[in-house]
């Protein structure tokens, strides 16, 4: 497997080592107004710090994952006409609403691109996306690099 590939797993909350489920427990806290403070929120989670950090931005609920609906999409692309209009057309197809698009000026036949996308009414489910994406003609990388509502 390419060290690039995002892959997302749906795990039982139980066979999860108790850092990453303390750490869950700690974005709740905070999320909730619970914590008012990460310090705060390791110390009732009985977690360090390091831990907390180390994994916070790799773990969600489930619930709060079907909730997202804006995502970064970063790609590495084909400088060659016809590749975003190609990767524009296919959000379209799976109803993903392009919200902005930043493009870089290409250097060595090869541009990168941004997409933030409102992933709402997206048909697929966002693994399934950004493999579309990766499958396409032209494209030589596309990875999911942020989430927000």
């Not at 994952?65 to 999409?73: A, D, G, P, S, W």
């Amino acid at each position: 497997m390419n060290s690039n590939d995002e892959t997302f797993y749906l795990i039982r909350s139980d066979m999860l080592p108790e850092a990453i489920q303390k750490t869950v427990k700690a974005k709740s806290m905070l999320a909730s107004g619970e914590a008012q403070t990460v310090q705060e929120a390791v110390e009732r989670a009985g977690i360090s710090r390091s831990s907390f950090y180390k994994y916070k931005d790799g773990v969600y609920p489930f619930n709060a994952m079907m909730k997202e609906k804006i995502v970064t999409v970063a790609l590495t692309l084909e400088h060659r006409a016809g590749v975003l209009s190609g990767i524009l057309a296919y959000m379209a197809k799976y109803r993903g609403n392009v919200l902005t698009i930043h493009q870089t000026i290409p250097l060595q036949g090869v541009a990168n691109v941004t997409l933030s996308i409102d992933t709402a009414q997206v048909t697929e489910s966002l693994t399934e996306l950004i493999q579309g994406l990766k499958d396409m003609d032209g494209v030589f990388r596309a990875a999911l690099v942020g989430r927000g509502e």
